[in-house]
Nanobody, 128 residues
Framework: QVQLVESGGGSVQAGNSLRLSCAASERTLSNYAMGWFRQAPGKEREFVAGVSWSGSRTSYVGSVKGRFTISRDNAKNTAYLQMNSLKPEDTAVYYC?????????????????????WGQGTQVTVSS
């Protein structure tokens, strides 16, 4: 059982930045593809960004392209989501997720149903 703990959320004004971290209890995160999702009040959970186990492949939802960057440090068992130029519509609870993969599975994953483990979420609030 992998435990994921998000941190770095908070309240900021539009245009500012936050960096979310996702620390995993697993000894090595390199066995997992990672993803970030978010859920705003009254809305369904949506994919934000995904990264392959090696970090070489990434994907983003269109609304965050050019503003958010997903990355990972397998040696630290941590994934990150750097969020720049934040907008009020980015306000949501952000969740990190992990999907166990083999080394031959070189891609990211964009559907919530594909992930095996989830964190508890961290709130991000962006005011105008």
């Amino acid at each position: 059982q992998v435990q994921l703990v998000e941190s770095g959320g908070g309240s900021v004004q539009a245009g500012n930045s936050l960096r979310l971290s996702c620390a995993a209890s697993e000894r090595t995160l390199s066995n997992y593809a990672m993803g970030w999702f978010r859920q705003a009040p009254g809305k369904e959970r949506e994919f934000v960004a995904g990264v392959s186990w090696s970090g070489s492949r990434t994907s983003y939802v269109g609304s965050v392209k050019g503003r958010f960057t997903i990355s990972r440090d397998n040696a630290k068992n941590t994934a990150y989501l750097q969020m720049n130029s934040l907008k009020p519509e980015d306000t949501a609870v952000y969740y990190c997720a992990a999907k166990r993969v083999s080394y031959s599975e070189i891609y990211y994953y964009t559907r919530a149903s594909e992930y095996d483990y989830w964190g508890q979420g961290t709130q991000v609030t962006v005011s105008s």
